[in-house]
């Protein structure tokens, strides 16, 4: 793809943006309103998803070794 039809592409996408969400209908301060508050949602869903899936997974992980029989013994043993 070239500049120019890229350029387009990315024209098309922004104009299907707007009729999708009928933001095209919007006043300018409106659509400040309505694209800072989309902008700060999607930061908000990016960072959660960073931080907190790890650590779900790791303990899903740590759930299914133990359901299948890989569980650590426990550190505290009895000495005979």
């Known amino acids: 793809m070239d500049i120019k039809s890229m ?7 922004y ?5 999708i ?10 659509k400040v309103l309505f ?3 989309n902008v700060s949602m ?3 869903v990016a960072y959660t998803a960073y931080i907190f899936f790890p650590v779900h ?7 299914c070794l133990h359901l299948f029989g890989s569980q650590h013994e ?3 043993s009895v000495v005979k």
Not at 15 to 19: D, G, I, K, M, S
Not at 21 to 30: F, I, R
Request: proline share 3%; hydrophobic share 45%; glycine share 0%.
């Open 57 to 63: 997974i790791s303990t899903a992980f740590q759930f």
């Open 15 to 19: 104009c299907q943006f707007e009729l």
């Open 42 to 44: 999607l930061v908000m």
């Open 21 to 30: 969400t009928c933001s095209y209908l919007m006043e300018p301060w409106e």
């Open 74 to 76: 426990n550190t505290v």
């Open 7 to 13: 350029k387009n592409y990315l024209y098309w996408l």
């Open 35 to 37: 694209y800072t508050f």
